[in-house]
């Protein structure tokens, strides 16, 4: 039972962050581009990539933000909820 439970987390878990790993994976090509393009010399294609992997990684950081505000309001939700956390019902959002 244990070991199913443990494989289902790393599923669940898989599954959320797969949009970050896209991301990654995206940044990682657009880098490998880069790469071949100097290689090359091509000063426009070595600007074009280079814009391009920063567009993939400023969206892996709106993720991680958008993850980190939904964790926060989840975390106010339940120390508002819960009388046993010291200032219940006194945190603000």
């Known amino acids: 039972m244990k070991s199913h ?6 599923l669940v878990a ?6 970050i790993q896209f991301a990654l ?4 090509f657009r880098m490998g581009r880069v790469k071949a393009a100097r290689a ?11 814009a391009l992997a ?4 400023v969206f892996v950081a709106g993720l991680v933000t958008v ?3 939904g964790l926060k309001d989840k975390v106010v939700e339940k120390v508002n909820q819960d ?4 200032g219940a019902g006194g945190a603000t959002k």
């Open 5 to 10: 439970l443990k494989s289902l987390v790393n």
């Open 54 to 57: 920063i567009i993939a990684l």
């Open 25 to 28: 994976l995206l940044f990682h």
């Open 83 to 86: 009388p046993q956390y010291p």
């Open 40 to 50: 090359r010399g091509d000063k426009g294609a070595i600007s074009i990539e280079l």
């Open 14 to 19: 898989g599954a959320t962050l797969l949009p």
């Open 67 to 69: 993850a980190l505000v």
